[in-house]
């Protein structure tokens, strides 16, 4: 069961109700703290009794903690209940194809520290290396308990078996990070494509609207990742590759993709898409004038910043980027019509001049009426790991489960 709607939620009234009123409540504290225990009542329909229970039950384990007292005009002092931040930790790791980042956050997903390794081309020796590196980040920083790990990878995880099964930037296969994780640690590994990840933490974190109900999240880094929401749904599909549109090819005569595919969306419009356009124009340049090509490729950062500085070379290289990005998310608009598409990744920097380019590319080819908004995600905010730490969140606050 894919359902998330945390906010269409029914009161349930059978055995495993508990469960699930304990959870509307602990989200109800997280969404809108501080909060008495009248409003609670009042937002979920739950009778005051029921609530009371809860809250005593969430005081007693100290999920919340009780704050100031209010003022209400007949002369009740209601008192506000919070969630206590201090209670746990969550650790996020965000897997790219080089480097790892993994963080402790808070409850109220608020990263406390972050830092990043190597991811290297071993995935047994990887997960041995990160195994040591979260057990340390734990000892320096303590808390009562840590509530789980969250990962983010770019890739497909079998919903069966919980193995990475897709990932050819990563060149892995068949991987099982769960299992030796949850060993060299003790806690619960969660782990779920990045986009689906970042697709889920959009929603959860409410930024669009309450009403919104299908959205698109669109990783773009070295590859491109999709993850969709559509109904309150997230949709992994019978073998959890649903929404690889980053591997539809748009150029059957374009590059190779790490895939096996020629003109891969992703091969044409991802952060590796404008290194090589960068380099091919620089390259053409020293060989007109006579030089020998010698280049190594630029990182994506450095082109943003050239691009910035007015460099012809990289804004054509990002302009060409833009293009073909529009070109993919005018299919997302024209087939799917979700009512957000949130773009993530270092290339939103530049939307001031991006941006513009793909709403173009999209009104010149998206000619239904779906009203898609198109927006971004800050990087400073990082999305990505975020989405990894939501991915622990939601059990304890999600009124239904994933
Ligand atoms: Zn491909």
């Not at 969709?228 to 005569?253: C, K, P, W, Y």
Request: with cysteine; proline share 4%; aromatic share 4%.
């Amino acid at each position: 069961m894919n359902k998330i709607d945390l906010n269409n939620f029914r009161v349930a009234s059978s055995e495993t109700a508990r469960d699930i009123n304990r959870r509307i409540v602990l989200n109800l504290v997280r969404k809108h703290q501080p909060i008495s225990r009248a409003s609670i009542a009042r937002r979920s329909g739950m009778q005051r009794s029921t609530v009371s229970a809860i809250t005593e039950q969430l005081l007693a384990e100290r999920w919340v903690i009780e704050g100031a007292t209010g003022h209400l005009p007949r002369g009740r002092k209601p008192t506000f209940l919070h969630l206590n931040l201090d209670r746990s930790g969550i650790i996020g790791v965000d897997i790219h194809p080089d480097v790892t980042t993994l963080a402790v956050a808070n409850l109220d997903m608020k990263i406390l520290a972050h830092e990043s390794m190597p991811t290297g081309n071993d995935p047994n020796d990887f997960i041995a290396r990160l195994g040591r590196r979260i057990v340390d980040l734990m000892r320096a920083h303590p808390k009562s308990s840590y509530e789980g790990i969250g990962i983010s990878v770019p890739g497909r995880i079998d919903p069966a078996s919980h193995r990475l099964t897709f990932a050819p930037n990563l060149h892995w296969h068949d991987v099982d990070f769960q299992a030796p994780l949850e060993q060299l640690t003790g806690l619960k590994v969660e782990i779920e494509n990045a986009a689906n990840a970042c697709a889920l933490t959009e929603l959860w974190a409410n930024r669009h609207g309450e009403g919104v109900s299908n959205l698109i999240a669109v990783t773009v880094s070295e590859g491109i990742g999709v993850g969709m929401i559509m109904n309150g749904q997230l949709l992994r599909g019978a073998q959890g590759v649903t929404g690889e549109f980053g591997h539809v090819s748009l150029d059957a005569s374009g590059p190779k993709c790490h895939c096996g595919n020629r003109g891969c969306w992703e091969v044409l419009a991802s952060n590796t898409a404008a290194m090589r356009s960068y380099a091919a124009f620089a390259s053409g340049r020293k060989v007109q004038a006579g030089s020998k090509s010698d280049m190594s490729p630029l990182p994506f950062s450095d082109l943003l910043r050239l691009a910035e500085q007015n460099d012809v070379i990289a804004g054509k290289s990002l302009d060409q980027m833009a293009h073909q990005l529009g070109a993919g998310l005018a299919m997302l608009v024209t087939g799917l019509a979700p009512e957000v598409i949130v773009v993530i990744g270092e290339v939103t920097r530049a939307w001031n001049r991006v941006g513009p380019i793909v709403d173009a590319v999209i009104q010149q080819r998206s000619l239904t009426h779906a009203n898609t908004r198109i927006v971004t995600s800050d990087p400073e905010t990082w999305p990505r790991l975020r989405g990894a730490i939501t991915l622990v969140a939601q059990r304890q606050f999600m009124a239904q489960l994933m």
